[in-house]
């Protein structure tokens, strides 16, 4: 484990960019491959994932992804820096980027991790052995237990989310905004702070 955080965080920018994004769309791909044996007939069942409500979108998508990003922040700021410290590679990953890549790699993340563990595990295997893979997924976290406790939460709360909602897009908006946030806040708190 140590040696794949320092090996991330030897990387240079561009590297790690493109890893990311790898392995990303590695996780589509899987998504796709296991609902070809699983969804019968494939397309009506990932259609029916989808629901364009947009009252729903925004209370139950945006107002969580907002309210759960707001969470973790004030934590951030409120709590020991050792206790949100995952060895620096968030800090690697978002610190020095772009704020389009910001945007960009938490909309990927968001669609490719949504389609996975709710669109696919969630509806195959339940809400919690899907919330549960979701966090081990996370594993990095494992001995940080301030950051553990915080994805486990989080994970049973999008699966939540969907179980209620039956709607991808709510989760996936909800994702997208706390990655989105919790990225720029990284991106921006070591420049604000040196004022």
């Known amino acids: ?81 050792t206790y949100y410290d995952d060895g620096g590679i968030n800090y690697k990953l978002f610190h020095k980027q772009p704020i389009f890549f910001i945007f960009f790699i938490a909309l990927l993340v968001a669609i490719a991790e949504e389609l996975l563990f709710r669109g696919l595990l969630q509806t195959t295997f339940g809400y919690i052995s899907a919330s549960i893979i979701f966090a081990v997924v996370h594993i990095r976290y494992l001995k940080k237990p301030v950051l553990l406790i915080s994805v486990v939460i989080v994970s049973f709360y999008l699966g939540y989310l969907f179980y209620v909602t039956e709607n991808l897009i709510v989760t996936i908006v909800t994702h997208f905004l706390i990655d989105s946030l919790l990225g720029l806040f990284i991106r921006f708190k070591s420049e604000v702070w040196k004022q």
Request: proline share 2%; hydrophobic share 55%.
């Open 1 to 81: 484990m140590k040696q794949r955080e320092q090996l991330i965080l030897q990387m240079e920018d561009k590297s790690l960019r493109k890893h990311l994004v790898i392995s990303q769309l590695l996780l589509l791909l899987i998504a796709f491959i296991v609902s070809v044996f699983v969804f019968h007939p494939i397309e009506e069942q990932w259609r029916e994932l989808f629901s364009w409500d947009f009252s729903e979108i925004v209370f139950y998508g945006v107002l969580s992804g907002l309210l759960i990003a707001g969470i973790e922040i004030i934590l951030i700021v409120i709590l020991p820096t």
